[in-house]
């Protein structure tokens, strides 16, 4: 009752590529890849900085109200408390 052997695991990736499909797995593959790809670059550029702390450098702009794009499905609304 150890490890699974190779035709457990087998099995058990034949039916994970019959219930997602060779293409669904292929898509995960590449976003994980691109993910780990786009934090690796972002800690080295964290290193690279002018040596302060991670987090402490520039902050993106705030979005403000007059910033936001509009949809047409967005009802923008002003909460009040009821007295």
């Known amino acids: 009752m150890g ?34 790809k786009g934090f690796k670059t972002g800690m080295k550029a964290g290193a690279e900085g002018d040596g302060a702390a991670p987090g402490t450098g520039d902050v993106p702009a705030q979005v403000t109200s007059a910033a936001k794009k509009t949809d047409a499905n967005t009802v923008d609304v002003e909460a009040k408390t009821k007295t």
């Open 3 to 36: 490890s699974f052997s190779i035709w457990h695991w087998l099995i058990v990736l034949l039916v994970i590529v019959l219930i997602f499909g060779t293409k669904k797995l292929r898509n995960i593959g590449e976003d994980l890849g691109s993910a780990v």
